[in-house]
């Protein structure tokens, strides 16, 4: 017992230890990704693999061995016992990856990372394709390390959504498709098509982010633990509990840029803050997987920000920010609009309906590249293929399209299906959340604290301790289920379109 | 042979490891200063806390310490060497100090920059006091361990300035005092004395700051090697030769602040800027000391910036981002108004006249707080009556008084004469530089290069290969001199006081 209680206490110290290392790398990481100097990413590259190499020797250390050794299923102290189950889980995991060539791979991706900013910026996909080959390779090796059953490509889904495999994804993903199309088939033959002209116009930056700064508020970020900055592709990252903070790009000529991308963000950075201050500094203090931490950045987004309900509060709130060509719309043709479906090139300024398929074309591409069925350099051409195929049009450069993403620069494969998943949870929770309360009334009154008490209660505060399978069990009592997201697009968009 | 080389080779790699630390731990703090959420701060230090004692473990490791002997007055490499001297004077100075006090102070410092701001803010000496109280032991603690011939305080002004004794500076500052004490009464009683009123008025922040960018472009600051931040107390910092950022402050009411602030800034990032890079990622890639430091940022803000020389050409360009009520002022007027000479309370604001003598306030009390002959709880009475003996002026706040610096909080004692010194040495270096070159001028033409790399070649670019005594010898051929800062003074104001 006395020496159970010594382990824990040294077991923390070792926690301490890797916490100030994770800190330190997040806070290099975000200042790479918005204040750094040019001629200093070179040497930055540098710094990041030193850190992210003293973090895996860490995690891969004889003392960690030690410690999962002698408490776990010994402690009786359940948060402990968690906690090193998610080392235990990341241990062998990384303990699989030779130390030189983890530390390799890190200095690649902050280095492809910046490559892909220039190649992005000059629209040469020449540039990226040698750094982006190197990335495949190292991650096919990966997940050979770590194993898989049916799909090389499980091993890698593993790392962004615990349990999810790529049969449940082929299962699920179709029916969603099929689904969507025909929805999206509807909607291009209906004669009541909103007018999204009537928001095109100069709306000043500072004015944009003001408003965004008000919406930010009443969702409950908290500016004390957090700040907001530009940056060209948004996110939102986490130093610590007490230090989310979130990035967003301004387009002058169409605020939903910004505003939308600014709330998406915030839902991402509310699920970091409200976790329970009981997991600080420890692996736990962070979102259970990819795909429910997107759920929670697209519940607010869309289920939120893009509903009737909300701007039937916000809409005098907005005008109060907005520019002359924007006072005298009707809220509902304004509602309308700002959900226009409509076929476009960027995955994160398409609409609700038509994002998924975005999503599709990203998952069938980087699960044949780890497949090895394609090759990185007929990316441009199979991209420019599915983007015809699925959405009807063809990207006319690879800046709008395979060039995007900064995902596959920072070597994130298996990451995008989260994004999709994440739609499907969003739907499943608001279903269920509205059960309980009265969503669209609470909305509609601009009072955002039941509900973010109610993610607070049943997805924030357990950060890790929960799996997502688990989550979802919990909350809805049953497993993941499209069609809730089905459900509520279909009911949203026969509205607007008057189907 | 082949030895020496496998040794250097590792000894490299050491250092790099050494910089990864620097590199990060300075990010860590210049983000604590500009960027940080206020939550976070008390996690930070313990980041900051974690950081500072992994670098502080390899400065005093047995390995540094092998390499030291090993390669020490036996390595060809001259660069080699004199990397090796550094780390063996760091090395000899923080064995000294035992490693979980230095950790804890490390921590303390941090933690106490934080709450200056916040006694700072509330103007409230009284929470800050504890802190100061407990900086000041450490400092005599440290000074102790360290050792010292004379003077106690002798120990801490080695930090900052290498050879520097309390002797020397109680011998060069009366005279300094006692020459600017008259020259000052002097222009009390001028009859024909500037009208600084003139400058007065709302000067928005975006036009400042576009002002300052321009003139740090023409000085030769590389953007692309650093960034430009806002702060409550401006600084510059090097995270390496290709990232020195600097701050500033604005004062929409007196532009003095943000464009005199951001030349001073300017001229210390140049010098980390210019350092050679064969010393990249070395304990020898910074300023040699302080005072040199001070010299360069001193020799652009006053000898430049404020030259009449300057405005003959500049005053065009400043009228084209100013105000209304710039615009019909007279050029002469315009500079006598910049140099006006008024006793005040805010160092920082200070002219180039009085500001010598706030300096020995700070000297005067710090050297007598570490030798025991003050206490803290009694230092803004002291600062008060000081301020009145050599300035004439009581402060009416401790926010304006002892307050007003950032350094005692970040534990910099003996730091303060370099402000002193830095005026010397460049007055100094002003001097031998004219009779090279026209510098009058070329800066009446808006060419900097010439002086610019005048002072790479002579300066900056041996980073600390040189020692302060050995460039002011190497640039001047004389020892330190305090005649040339009176003697450029006492022309200056001559003129503009018309004396």
Redesign the interface.
């Known amino acids: 017992m006395e020496n159970t209680y010594l382990n824990e206490k040294d077991f923390k110290l070792l926690l301490?230890?890797l916490?100030?290392y994770r800190?330190?790398l997040t806070?290099?990481q975000w200042?790479m990704r918005t204040?750094?100097?040019?001629?200093?990413v070179?040497?930055?590259t540098?710094?990041v693999g030193?850190?992210a190499d003293k973090q895996h020797q860490l995690e891969t250390s004889e003392k960690m061995k030690f410690f999962i050794d002698v408490l776990k299923d010994k402690t009786e102290d359940p948060i402990i016992q968690k906690i090193v189950e998610e080392c235990e889980e990341n241990y062998e995991r990384n303990r699989k990856i030779p130390n030189n060539e983890y530390k390799d791979y890190v200095m690649l991706q902050s280095k492809s990372e910046a490559i892909w900013q220039e190649a992005r910026e000059k629209d040469d996909f020449s540039l990226f394709q040698p750094y982006l080959e190197e990335l495949v390779d190292y991650n096919k090796r990966f997940a050979d390390y770590w194993g898989y059953e049916d799909n090389v490509y499980d091993a890698l889904l593993h790392t962004y959504e615990p349990g999810m495999t790529t049969k449940t994804l082929d299962n699920v993903f179709p029916k969603l498709r099929d689904s969507l199309s025909k929805l999206v088939d509807r909607i291009q033959r209906s004669t009541d098509k909103p007018d999204a002209t009537i928001l095109k116009g100069h709306f000043p930056k500072e004015n944009q982010k003001s408003f965004t700064i008000e919406i930010l508020r009443q969702m409950g970020y908290?500016?004390?633990?957090?700040?907001l900055d530009d940056t060209i592709h948004p996110f939102a990252i986490s130093?610590?509990l007490?230090?989310v903070?979130i990035t967003t790009r301004y387009d002058e000529e169409d605020f939903r840029m910004a505003v939308f991308g600014t709330i998406h963000e915030g839902g991402h950075a509310l699920y970091e803050q409200n976790i329970s201050k009981k997991l600080?500094?420890t692996p736990l203090a962070t979102g259970t997987s990819m795909g429910i931490h997107e759920s929670q950045s697209l519940f607010w987004e869309n289920f939120v920000g893009r509903s009737k309900d909300f701007w039937a509060n916000h809409f005098e709130l907005f005008k109060s920010y907005a520019p002359k060509h924007l006072q005298t719309i009707d809220r509902n043709d304004f509602y309308r609009a700002i959900n226009e479906v409509k076929p476009s090139l960027i995955r994160i300024e398409a609409d609700e309906l038509t994002y998924s398929l975005h999503i599709m074309i990203r998952y069938e591409l980087e699960k044949a590249l780890i497949n090895g069925e394609i090759k990185v350099k007929d990316l441009p051409r199979l991209w420019n293929e599915k983007m015809v195929d699925y959405l009807g049009i063809e990207p006319p450069t690879d800046r709008e399209g395979v060039l995007q993403d900064i995902h596959w620069a920072g070597g994130d494969f298996g990451y995008f299906p989260s994004y999709a998943l994440g739609y499907m949870y969003a739907a499943q929770f608001n279903h269920f959340l509205s059960r309980e309360m009265n969503v669209g009334e609470l909305i509609a009154e601009g009072n955002f604290t039941k509900i973010g008490q109610w993610m607070t209660d049943n997805i924030h505060q357990y950060g890790k301790t929960k799996k997502p399978l688990e989550i979802i069990k919990n909350v809805t009592n049953e497993p993941l289920n499209q069609k809730y997201l089905i459900d509520y697009l279909t009911t949203k968009y026969t509205d607007i379109y008057n189907l």
């Open positions: 301490n230890e916490n100030a800190e330190t806070l290099a200042d204040k750094i100097p040019r001629k200093a070179a040497q930055r540098e710094v030193f850190l908290d500016f004390e633990s957090g700040r130093l610590n007490n230090d903070r600080a500094n």
